[in-house]
């Protein structure tokens, strides 16, 4: 055969072939994007499109996205984050200070959900709701019963501004249940849990979160304990995760001179910003000390920091958890958001807040508080080995790079913490036996006029016997000397839970602070003129043991507090 009739004879095949190929191509590429290059920002999408098109099974692509969205922006650090609409929702109510519901704090106990306080003016003191009202029915549906957890009772009372919820009440006195409807509405949340004086002159303030509405409740706080004879504050910022930076600068120019810097931040893309105090502060002549612990992080490890590095006042307590990132936030149409870490948060000195981090293994740094509790930090003096050392205004040797190291170590009080106190501790027997006592002998302890008059009382019943018995009946047998050693433990604990449900939260502190150790350091050094800024640069503060080591059993880091839907 020739070579012209060869060309005339395969041509048309080649030309097949190499048609057929094309589209083979093109829909390989089709499905990697359009470009015909597969980067790091197209695979994503072209992974997903893949999915959608040609998978054997449907598929429900918003939740594979949902799903995948935590995993991807989770490798990045700990504290950059995918977040849901419904977890963006809750996020933003407790920075704003408010959420939507019927305006009551519950106990869900024995399986039946009690009140166990009203918000004043709110939706159910409105529809006539009273403290100690058992809630069995919503909306005609028997919510009581075994296994009911709280947040199915926040599901079902919470909801929409305005929208109606139909209760089923079961009030002391009567039989049968009492129909009642309330229009759910605004109901605050306090970040200011308590301001009240702790000596003629020295003035507590409680502060949980830094949210939007912190500062006038701060503001507030601390006008009604100058009113009251404070000339010394105690901040305390135990437990605080942080919140709002505006709020935290905001706190602290009542305490810095004009010109003094408060905190920077500063990243790869992000030009340092920074904040100053104005000068416009009601507080810049008043002693203040700050109270940290390892649950202490963000905003709170701000406030602390600059207070330390202008030798303004004194912190005391455990070095802080150590979360100095700044977070920059997308939203997505559907109420969804991505929080992205874009900077670090510096202290005046130049300390940065943030702890160090191993990438990829963030649940280790989650559980950064409870190994440092193994490792003897609490009770014997820190053991950080990454500390860098700076100077203060006034000169001071101060450390950072892993949190906040307070100018006193005051070790975690473990005198009464044994494995029979964790073991109700845990099993959350102390409050629940606090709102059964108040349940029960409600009428009595109506009675009482004050927080102090009904603490007085309640120190002369017989509380830890009937507690013990209580355990008992629920499978914890007694331990004689473990009990005893805990006694004041566990009374200190019970007074105050049942104080708090005639009295409120703020009382709850009044009482339950009075055996605080950090607390009674802070009085101590204030009385001493030792918290006065001439004098945090002069002394040299030693570390203070307080407590003895208790092994491998778990402390309970965080104490109850109310619960409102």
Known sequence: MSPEKKVKTWLPLWIGLSIALGILIGNIYSQFGSTGKVDGTGKVDAVFNYINKSYVDTVNMRALVEDALPKIVQELDPHSAYISAGDMKRMNEDLEGHFSGIGVSFYVLRDTIIVTSIVSGGPSEAAGIQQWDRIVNVNDTL?????????????????????????????????????????????????????????????????????????????????????????????????????????VVAMLNEFLKKGDLIVYADGRNFPRQDNYANGSGTSKEDDVV????????????????????????????????????????????????????????????????????????????????????????????????????????????????????????VARDTIGINSYFNSLANRDFIQEYAVSYSDMYKQKLQEFQSAEDLARFLYKQPLLLNLVSFADNKGIRPRPYYIEESRNLFERHLISYIVRNFFGEESYYSIYMKEDNLMKKAVDFIEKGLAKPESVVQEKYKSITLGKRIGSSVPPFKEFSFIYA
């Open 290 to 409: 700050v109270l940290i612990d390892e649950l202490s992080a963000s905003a709170s490890e701000i406030f602390a920091g600059a207070i330390q590095d202008h030798d303004r006042g004194l912190v005391i307590g455990r070095r802080s958890f150590g979360k100095g990132s700044v977070q920059s936030q997308r939203c997505f149409p559907d109420g969804s958001a991505v929080r992205l870490t874009v900077a670090r948060y510096y202290t005046p000195s130049g300390r940065s807040i943030q702890r160090k981090y191993e990438k990829g293994k963030y649940d280790e740094y989650e559980m950064e508080a409870l190994n440092r509790y193994m490792q003897g930090d609490y009770v014997n003096t820190d053991t950080a080995s990454t500390l860098i050392s700076f100077k203060t205004e006034g000169g001071r040797t101060v450390f950072g790079g892993d949190g906040i190291m307070p100018d006193v170590f």
């Open 143 to 247: 919510i009581a019963g075994k296994g009911i957890t709280n947040a199915d009772v926040l599901q079902k009372l919470r909801g929409e501004k305005g929208s109606e919820v139909k209760l089923g009440i079961k009030r002391d006195g009567k039989s049968t249940l009492t129909d009642i409807v309330v229009t759910r509405g605004d109901i605050p949340m306090n970040s200011v849990q308590a301001a009240y004086m702790s000596t003629k002159t020295i003035g507590y303030i409680k502060v949980g979160t830094f949210g939007f509405n912190t500062f006038n409740e701060f503001i507030s706080a601390l006008s009604k304990l100058k009113n009251q004879g404070a000339r010394s504050f105690i901040v305390d910022l135990r437990g605080n995760s942080g919140g709002s930076l505006e709020v």
